[in-house]
Nanobody, 123 residues
Framework: QVQLVESGGGWVQAGGSLRLSCAAS????????MGWFRQAPGKEREFVAQ????????YYSASVKGRFAISRDNAKNTGFLQMNSLKPEDTGVYYC????????????????WGQGTQVTVSS
């Protein structure tokens, strides 16, 4: 299994930036994809971004493409989500996720989840 712990959430004004981190531990010796999801109050959890096991391919939701960037440092077993030009509608709890395997293609199911970190963007 892989354990995930997010950090870096907080409060920011619209137009600002935040960088989320996701520290992985456990069976990180295997190849695994990483992803970020978010859940706003009263809404379902939604896909934000995904990165393949080697960082070679990334995927984004239409709402964040061009503003967010997902990356990973496999030497440190850490994933990142750089969020720029934040908008109030980006507010929510952000979850890091991981899945065994290479991680190509969207719509894949993730096996492991972090506890989430709150991001609040004020107008």
């Amino acid at each position: 299994q892989v354990q995930l712990v997010e950090s870096g959430g907080g409060w920011v004004q619209a137009g600002g930036s935040l960088r989320l981190s996701c520290a992985a531990s456990g069976r990180t010796d295997r190849r695994y994809a990483m992803g970020w999801f978010r859940q706003a109050p009263g809404k379902e959890r939604e896909f934000v971004a995904q990165i393949t096991w080697n960082g070679g391919v990334t995927y984004y939701s239409a709402s964040v493409k061009g503003r967010f960037a997902i990356s990973r440092d496999n030497a440190k077993n850490t994933g990142f989500l750089q969020m720029n030009s934040l908008k109030p509608e980006d507010t929510g709890v952000y979850y890091c996720a991981a899945r065994d395997g290479l991680g190509y293609g969207t719509g894949i199911e993730f096996d492991y989840w972090g506890q989430g970190t709150q991001v609040t963007v004020s107008s």
